[in-house]
């Protein structure tokens, strides 16, 4: 009874005369208030009971409300998908344990390797140069270890040549695009950091040993061209040379199934810029000033020059960390500004730091263009990509930890697919405009491929890059550009190669699963029969798809994927999509070095990040060219609205702030 008085006195008392506010001090306070009758201790604990109660109801009601919310049962947390598939930490085991090198590591240095070892403390070879790629998948091979696939009822496959021609060659749509074509060469720099794929070429023209007995293993796989095909066979040509990839095998690893090594360090760390070792690197490097060595024309840096093999002395290859700088206009440009944003750097540093060595400005310098280059790829070029919400929620999720369990290398199927579908927003032409705005050239693409001293005659860098920034880009869709899907690589003794003929080859070449492996691992429905790819394909490619193709378990990955619709606010479909934010996912969380990573050795001071922070695509291009107002959007043509037709102007809005890098000198 006294009980049940108690309960009533202390109801009553609750709601009717309890200082609520006194009550709560007393909760967070943990003692009683003062002056309070012995009724006072079962109040406290009553209170605590009714917010547990309230907190839980709550929690499960918004649980539910999640639940029933989720309705794009497509969009899965990728990593948590591909990482609970296998475990990183066992991927290429054998070649750890049988083939890698054996490397000392200081953890307190500040500055990455230039192969990019030492960056994981457990595991201080993942993602260095001259490493096996990744695969998300198990190798499909047609004997297990080597030899391109072929159907599942065991013929061959369709021809890489045949299904261009069938499926994509007419299937060019001129829709203007908001982007602009300097996405795209974004786009090439990205892929050239984090990839790079040595083929065993040898000098040998595949098609012309085809015929012979003895064929070279690099020239097993040429690509057949039907007789009819629209453009080759006006030159009478029915083979398109090829020659494989190179496999641990040439690195003095013998592996089976066929395992595939990357030339460049997997880390986005401007090893394109710089090199992937240390031979590169310090035949780059001036050694004075922290500088890279550079060429001055018309009082502009350029790259250094090599040889060329012509014997006309105006004609050169630049020099850079990667190879294939000389490819095309677009990336040969880029890599002329990312040499010459280095200098401006390290020259900016010293002004602020008199008494850095060279090496200190140079290693400064690098660490400061390699966040720049992270910074840009994750804020400005993949929420174009992949979309805002998808960048946001899947690619930039898990704050800003390191996680030495997360494997950073790049997946085969990456860099032999997903990425290359983006080959789909290379244009055919570039623009050179002047600074009147007036378009003084227009050039094909395929016409000066590995001629890249165009750049340098008189102002042509400049007007390139203007053009590159208000020239509408391809836009993404189901094809290449007509020239790049003949032409590629053309010359006086030979018509050219297909670039899609050769993703879709490299993905047989580098045994890559079929794109039906690829819808499983993403989460989408494994398709039955091509009737179920209605999903994510349109109708008429699935008709296509069932002419060329005996079972829907045989169509290569990357032509799945360039058919996919692209996803909502993405360039890219839901396969492409789930593959590029896998690989973008662990190259943050697993790179002990990325920018904004807390709590490393090689950590920038919370003034540094601000200003990195603040620095785009926008200020590299003001202090390096002659360009001098931009766009509010680097990557759009032009922007929409009233406002569109104003520019920014570099000396207004562009200046970098190099202060947080003066270091105090104490006596
Ligand atoms: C004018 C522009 C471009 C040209 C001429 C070009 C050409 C090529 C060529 C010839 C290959 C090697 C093909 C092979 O033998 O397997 C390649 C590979 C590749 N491309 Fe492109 N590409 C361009 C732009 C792009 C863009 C915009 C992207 C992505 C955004 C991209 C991503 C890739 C990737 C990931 C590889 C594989 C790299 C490796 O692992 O070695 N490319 N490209
Ligand atoms: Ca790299």
Redesign the pocket.
């Known amino acids: 009874m006294s009980g049940m008085i108690t309960l009533y006195q202390y109801w009553h008392s609750y709601w009717l005369s309890t200082d609520i506010p006194v009550l709560a001090k007393s909760l967070l306070l943990n003692r009683n208030v003062k002056g309070t009758k012995p009724l006072q201790s079962y109040r406290s604990q009553l209170f605590v009971i009714f917010v547990i109660f309230s907190v839980l109801i709550i929690t499960f009601v918004v649980s539910v409300i999640n639940f029933w919310s989720d309705d794009d049962q497509y969009v899965q947390p990728l990593h948590a998908i591909i990482k609970s598939k296998d475990d990183f930490t066992m991927k290429n085991k054998e070649y750890f344990d049988r083939c890698a090198p054996i490397v000392s590591c200081d953890y307190n240095d500040k500055y990455r390797t230039s192969n990019g070892t030492c960056n994981n403390p457990n595991n201080p070879i993942w993602g260095s140069s001259n490493t096996p ?1 990744i695969r998300l998948v198990d190798a499909h091979y047609s004997d297990g270890i080597s030899k391109l696939r072929t159907s599942f009822d065991g013929k061959l496959l369709p021809s890489a040549r045949e299904i261009q021609v069938k499926l994509f060659l007419n299937k060019q749509t001129r829709i203007p695009d908001k982007h602009n074509q300097l996405l ?5 720099f ?3 950091d984090v ?5 065993d070429t040898n000098g040998e023209d595949c098609c012309t040993y085809k015929n012979e007995t003895q064929i070279s293993s690099a020239c097993e796989a040429t690509i057949e061209i039907p007789i009819d095909d629209p453009v080759y066979s006006k030159y009478n040509s029915t083979c398109m040379k ?1 020659n494989r ?1 190179m496999t641990s095998n040439n690195y003095n690893c013998p592996l089976q199934p066929l395992t595939f090594i ?1 030339d460049a360090s997997h880390f986005i760390d401007g090893s394109q810029i710089y090199g992937s070792n240390d031979y590169v690197v310090s035949t780059l490097r001036s050694f004075t000033g922290g500088t890279l060595i550079s060429v001055l024309e018309n009082s502009q840096e350029f790259c250094p020059h090599s040889s060329f093999k012509s014997s006309d002395t105006n004609k050169y290859f630049y020099q850079s960390g990667d190879l ?1 700088a000389n ?2 206009l ?2 040969a440009l880029f890599h002329n500004m990312f040499l010459r944003f280095h200098n401006f750097v390290a020259f900016k540093l010293k002004t602020v730091n008199a008494l850095w060595s060279d090496e200190k400005l140079y290693q400064e310098s690098r660490r400061f263009v390699g966040a720049i280059v992270q910074h840009i790829t994750y804020t400005q070029f993949l929420p174009i ?1 992949l979309g805002e919400n998808y960048t946001k929620d899947e690619v930039l999720s898990s704050n800003n930890k390191y996680d030495t369990t997360v494997n950073p290398s ?1 997946s085969q199927e ?3 697919g997903a ?2 579908v ?2 789909n ?2 244009p055919a032409q570039h623009r050179f405009i002047d600074s009147n705005s007036t378009t003084v050239k227009i050039v094909n ?2 016409d000066w ?1 590995n001629f890249p001293y165009l750049l340098q005659q008189g102002s042509n860098y400049d007007h390139l890059l203007r053009g590159l920034l208000s020239t509408e880009g391809r836009m993404s869709q189901p094809s290449y550009n007509p020239l ?1 899907s003949n032409l ?2 053309y010359s006086n003794n030979s018509i050219g190669v297909d ?1 899609l003929s ?2 879709i ?2 993905g047989r070449d580098t045994g890559l699963p079929p794109y039906n492996k690829m819808r499983e691992l993403c989460g989408l429905p494994v398709a039955k029969s091509f009737s179920d790819l209605i999903d994510v394909l349109p109708t008429d490619d699935i008709y296509n798809l069932e002419t060329l193709y005996s079972s829907v378990d045989d169509i290569d990955f990357i032509v799945g994927a360039l058919l996919e619709t692209p996803e909502n606010d993405a360039l890219v479909g839901n396969t492409s999509r789930c593959i590029i934010g896998d690989f973008f996912y662990r190259s943050r969380v697993g790179d002990r070095f990325f920018y904004d990573n807390e709590g490393q050795s090689g950590q920038f001071s919370k003034y540094q990040l601000e200003v990195l922070k603040s620095i785009n695509l926008d200020h590299i291009i003001c202090a390096t060219s002659f360009v001098d107002n931009l766009q509010k959007n680097i990557f759009t043509k032009v922007d929409n609205g009233w406002y569109s037709s104003m520019k920014w102007s570099c000396s207004e809005k562009y200046m970098i702030d190099f202060k947080p890098w003066e270091e105090e000198l104490y006596d």
């Open positions: 790629f795209m060469q974004w786009g090439q990205m892929a050239h990839s790079n794929l040595a083929i090829f990839a990357n294939r490819w095309n677009g990336i990509i790049t990456f860099s032999t990425f290359r983006l080959h927003i290379v693409v395929t491929m790049i590629m690589f670039l050769y993703d080859q490299r």
